[in-house]
């Protein structure tokens, strides 16, 4: 069950560089492509993203849910911390608000905590919630993003 | 081609579009490049232990799909905000029953802008989103905001 005493937690701070073959390989994997010559070229070509006006090699927009699973022992252990069962998890919702770019070779900077924990609907039918707030901060001090990751527990 | 502010109206339809059907080694693959690596979504032993018959995809490939959908008609650096929620789960296509499984795992992204505003001295745009099946099936809804020039 998800644990009411989580509210409010806050994860240790994690601070990992955006690694350019990583931002690749994501970019191959949800566009459903084989190799890389077959993705847009801002995501492999520092000159081409340049031209298309990006500060260097972008990240796609739901790249930054990586962070999630590159730390704290990844989803099994974060599962566990948060008090929720696996086998249970469901992932029910999650939104990015986009402040600034990340771009490959920036070095990033991530908070997350538990904003929220609550028991949905009544009974058999009551799910638990667990709301996470994730702020990533590059190496100017910038928010250049915001996340919210809404969790089920069925 | 890049679209401006003003060439977009409300009511105007995002471009549909189609992924491939989804094969257990796009599941492998996004396991890999997220680190996703919930056995819910490869190991079909898992699967059978918590009695359910088939594994699933991640619905955040799923969104991934619809942002990738996003940025091929809206560029990536113009988004200011994107949020789904997920409606249901989807099973990859079995490659020994291509023909009966694959409309389950194509999914379909399409869109709507049903607001034009200025904002924080930007022109945005507020398109909603809707990621459905071959089969009609709803996977996820949800929105984006871009600016735009």
Request: one cysteine or more.
């Amino acid at each position: 069950m998800a644990d009411k005493s989580k509210l409010g937690m806050e994860f240790p701070a994690y601070t990992f560089t955006v690694e350019k073959d990583k931002i690749i390989e994501f970019a191959i994997a949800v566009s459903q492509k084989e190799n890389k010559e077959q993705i847009n070229p801002i995501y492999y070509d520092e000159e081409a993203a340049k031209k298309a006006g990006y500060q260097g090699i972008p990240v796609p927009p739901t790249f930054p849910t990586c962070t999630f699973f590159w730390t704290g022992g990844g989803l099994v252990a974060l599962t566990k911390t948060l008090g929720i069962d696996i086998n249970k998890l469901l992932h029910r919702e999650e939104e990015y608000e986009y402040f600034g770019s990340i771009s490959a070779g920036d070095v990033i900077t991530r908070k997350m905590k538990v904003i929220d924990v609550l028991k949905k609907g009544n009974g058999n039918k009551s799910v638990e919630v667990t709301v996470l707030e994730t702020d990533l901060i590059n190496q100017r001090g910038e928010l250049v993003l915001k996340s919210r990751t809404r969790l089920l527990e069925r | 081609m890049a679209v401006n502010y003003d060439d977009i109206e409300v009511g105007n339809k995002m471009p549909v579009y189609t992924s491939a059907p989804i094969t257990r080694t796009h599941l492998v693959r996004y396991a890999g490049a997220s680190g996703d690596f919930n056995p819910l979504h490869h190991d079909e032993t898992f699967i059978k232990m918590i009695g359910s018959k088939n594994v699933i995809a991640h619905g955040m490939l799923i969104m991934g799909i619809v942002g990738e959908a996003i940025t091929s008609w809206i560029e990536n650096k113009y988004l200011r905000r994107f949020n789904t929620r997920f409606l249901s789960m989807t099973e990859p296509a079995d490659l020994d029953d291509m023909e009966n499984t694959k409309d389950r795992a194509t999914i379909i992204v399409s869109g709507e802008v049903v607001k034009k505003y200025e904002e924080n001295g930007e022109k945005r745009i507020l398109c909603d989103i809707i990621a459905q099946d071959a089969l009609g099936s709803k996977k996820l809804s949800g929105f984006f905001i871009a600016a735009l020039p």
